[in-house]
């Protein structure tokens, strides 16, 4: 089940991006994060209070995580994008995290499922969304998804700087 967090859910959230910084950290995985400034427990909370923070729970044990909202990314001015949009039916993932614990299960795929129903559902046909260039794992499923890569950018982003940002979109129309 997917659906909106809650309070409840800030230590669950924090407690994941601290796993994946932790195996970043270590050299397990490369996501191009920082654990001092992103994402951190701010990044839930602030997500919360605008109502856009979303979670994967089953069987009472939240598994992922995510941001879905129409805010586009300032670089995103930038993209090489196939599908123009007007700002009101452009639909962004940001910040998708699975418990990498609870790797492999499709928990990603089934995220992103959601996300494009969603988007739907809000009256969003095009969506957009970014990753890390040294992401390997989010660029190889986007395109597996029918995503297509629309540029990377250098930027700031978060808060951490020299990040080739690459760009995805995909239109529901």
């Known amino acids: 089940m997917i659906r909106l967090a809650t309070h409840n859910d800030i230590e669950v959230v924090t407690a994941i991006y601290d796993h994946i910084h932790k195996m970043e950290a270590e050299g397990l995985v ?3 994060w920082n654990p001092s400034v992103y994402p951190v427990r701010t990044t839930a909370e602030e997500a ?5 923070l979303f979670v994967f729970e089953q069987e009472g044990i939240i598994m992922a995580s995510a941001i879905i909202n ?5 670089v995103y001015a930038t993209g090489q994008w196939a599908f123009p949009a007007a700002d009101d ?3 962004v993932l940001h910040t998708l995290t699975v418990d990498p614990a609870c790797g492999g299960r499709g928990i990603g795929r089934q995220f992103v499922a959601f996300y494009e129903d969603y988007a739907l559902r809000e009256g969003c046909p095009i969506l957009r969304l970014d990753t890390n260039a040294v992401n ?3 660029r190889k499923m986007y395109p597996s998804l029918g995503y ?10 978060n808060g951490i700087p020299n990040v080739q940002l690459v760009l995805f979109e995909k239109s529901l129309r």
């Open 30 to 32: 490369r996501i191009g």
């Open 48 to 52: 919360i209070q605008r109502g856009d």
């Open 70 to 74: 129409r805010t586009q990314v300032p």
């Open 89 to 91: 039916e452009v639909m």
């Open 136 to 138: 390997s794992i989010a």
């Open 148 to 157: 297509r890569e629309a540029g990377i950018v250098p930027c700031i982003f």
